[in-house]
C-alpha cells in the first residue's frame, strides 16, 4: 500500500527539549516537504527536499531543522529554539518535475508542556 | 514572490445552493494552481489542478490570468462538501514548491 508516513500521532514536548518527527513515503516521490498547519493561518512551509542530501529553507525554517540522508525519509527535528511549536505538522512528497500535487501524510500534532 | 489569498474564513450555505470560494495569487511567471481539501479526520488531498481542466465531485475551477483568480464553484451544494478548503499556488522548476492560501471552511446545511 503506497503512501507517506507520519509518526508518532500526538507528541507532547517539554520547553527547552528537542523532538523529532518522522516522515517516510514508498511512493519512489524525489521531493519531500514539511508545513506547519495553525488555526487561520494555513499551511507554512518549513523546509522541502528535491533531491537526497540537499534541501531548502523555507518561509518558516527558524528553529527547526531537516537531513535527507534517504530518498524515503525526511525527518524534522523541533529544537529548543522554536519559540512556538505547538502547532500541527504535516508531510508532504511529489514528483519533482510535472506539477501533479502533493501526497500529504495525516500529520503530527505537537503540544509542548 | 508567490502569494494566495482566500478572503473569506468561513461560507456557510443551505444544501442545494451555489458555493463559489474565492482565490486570488500573485505570481511574476505562470503558475500551476491547485485547490485541496481536508475533511473532517481525515489527510489533506489534492481535488484538482488547473491544468486538467477536469471536474471533481461537480466542483470546477477556472483560471482567470486577467484577474489573478482561481475561484472554485459548485452550483448545488452537498452535505458532504463541507470540509476545509485550501487554495494553492506552484512556480515551475526552482519555485515548484506549493504556497498555501489559509484556507477556508465550508457549511453545508441540510
Known amino acids: 500500500d503506497g503512501g507517506i508516513t507520519q509518526s508518532p500521532k500526538y507528541l507532547f514536548r517539554k520547553e527547552g527539549q528537542n523532538v523529532t518527527l518522522s516522515c517516510e513515503q514508498n511512493l519512489n516521490h524525489d521531493a519531500m516537504y514539511w508545513y506547519r498547519q495553525d488555526p487561520g493561518q494555513g499551511l507554512r512551509l518549513i523546509y522541502y527536499?528535491?533531491?537526497?542530501?540537499?534541501?531548502q529553507k523555507g518561509d518558516i525554517a527558524e528553529g527547526y531543522s531537516v537531513s535527507r540522508e534517504k530518498k524515503e525519509s525526511f525527518p524534522l527535528t523541533v529544537t529548543s529554539a522554536q519559540k512556538n511549536p505547538t502547532a500541527f505538522y504535516l508531510c508532504?512528497?511529489?514528483?519533482?518535475?510535472?506539477?501533479?500535487?502533493?501526497?500529504f501524510g495525516s500529520g503530527t500534532r505537537l503540544t509542548v508542556v | 514572490a508567490q502569494r494566495v489569498t482566500q478572503p473569506e474564513k468561513l461560507l456557510s450555505v443551505f444544501k442545494g445552493a451555489p458555493v463559489e470560494l474565492k482565490c486570488n495569487y500573485s505570481?511574476?511567471?505562470?503558475?500551476?494552481l491547485f485547490w485541496y481539501v481536508q475533511y473532517s479526520r481525515q489527510r489533506l488531498q489534492l481535488l484538482l489542478r488547473h491544468i486538467s481542466r477536469e471536474s471533481i465531485k461537480g466542483f470546477t475551477a477556472d483560471l482567470n490570468k486577467g484577474e489573478t483568480s482561481f475561484h472554485l464553484k459548485k452550483p448545488f451544494a452537498q452535505e458532504e462538501d463541507s470540509a476545509m478548503y485550501y487554495c494553492?499556488?506552484?512556480?515551475?522548476?526552482?519555485?515548484?514548491?506549493?504556497?498555501f492560501g489559509k484556507g477556508i471552511t465550508l457549511s453545508v446545511r441540510p
Open positions: 494553492a499556488l506552484s512556480g515551475t522548476g526552482a519555485n515548484s514548491k506549493l504556497t
Open positions: 505570481y511574476s511567471g505562470s503558475p500551476e
Open positions: 527536499s528535491q533531491i537526497v542530501n540537499d534541501f
Open positions: 508532504a512528497s511529489s514528483i519533482f518535475q510535472g506539477n501533479y500535487g502533493y501526497t
